[in-house]
């Protein structure tokens, strides 16, 4: 079952799978999907919206039009009588989304086709995996206009291709393609077919793995590079004792001592 919940001006809302799997799709293609102020309010939006809903397995995100998000939009930069102001407050908007797609328990997907730059780059490096088309460019182009990087890009883009590589793509500002993003690690798949519908099959894939699980892992992961061992530890107590209670833990016990597949509810 496929719902289109398209109630924001500049993001589709598609729910697949009796809501289990969301397809976000930004949508400014005439700007190639460049953020804004707008954008990062409907973003946000629709994130809430998600959040709240029960059965939530897994999010897709896209772009429409020709990329999935050519980096923010620079002809509202130049429009602002104080563009310095207007780039923080854009940033700090856009940040409560990095923050809602880490802490949501249902793992996202980047499903990236065409130009992916700047905070484009940040966006799919928020998302737990990225797909990627053949015609995918990347880059991180904040340096190429003078600026430093924002959206959590500092953070995730070392952990996702290490430090020596992130400080590369970050100094030089090169653009690579799909297959060179292949082999630094940056994407998981490039696919010469439709990149959101490989990346929805996976969805369904996640989709039946017990979601607040990998939600623990999604949190676990980013604070591990911060916190002490001892803190850490005392981090996965409590979270093994959470997952513990779930009845995905219980089912996956049944499901071994029957020899048989779990059955996963995502509760």
């Not at 697949?16 to 973003?43: C, E, H, S, T, Y």
Request: aromatic share 8%; hydrophobic share 50%; glycine share 8%.
């Amino acid at each position: 079952m496929t719902m289109l919940m398209k109630r924001h001006e500049t993001v589709d809302l598609e729910m697949k799978d009796d809501g289990a799997v969301a397809i976000i799709r930004l949508n400014r293609p005439g700007a190639l999907n460049a953020l804004n102020m707008q954008l990062a309010d409907d973003f946000i939006a629709v994130l809430d919206k998600l959040a709240a809903q029960d059965g939530l397995r897994a999010v897709v995100v896209a772009g429409n039009g020709k990329a999935f998000c050519a980096g923010g939009d620079l002809a509202a930069f130049k429009a602002s009588h104080a563009p310095g102001q207007f780039l923080t407050d854009l940033a700090t908007r856009f940040h409560e989304s990095v923050k809602r797609i880490r802490t949501m328990d249902a793992p996202f997907i980047a499903a990236i086709h065409g130009p992916c730059m700047g905070v484009g780059l940040s966006l799919a490096c928020a998302c737990d995996f990225r797909v990627a088309a053949e015609g995918a460019k990347f880059s991180v182009a904040f340096t190429g206009v003078g600026l430093s990087p924002d959206s959590g890009l500092p953070f995730f883009l070392p952990r996702i291709v290490g430090q020596a590589m992130a400080t590369e793509l970050a100094f030089l500002n090169p653009t690579i393609d799909a297959k060179r993003a292949h082999e630094l690690n940056l994407v998981s798949t490039v696919t010469a077919g439709d990149v959101v519908e490989v990346a929805t099959d996976f969805a369904r894939k996640l989709a039946t793995m017990p979601t607040k699980a990998l939600g623990a892992v999604k949190r676990l992961y980013d604070s591990a590079f911060n916190d002490t061992l001892e803190a850490h530890l005392a981090k996965e107590a409590l979270s093994v004792g959470e997952t513990a209670a779930t009845a995905d833990f219980k089912e996956g016990c049944a499901a071994f001592f029957e020899k048989r597949k779990p059955s996963f509810k995502g509760k």
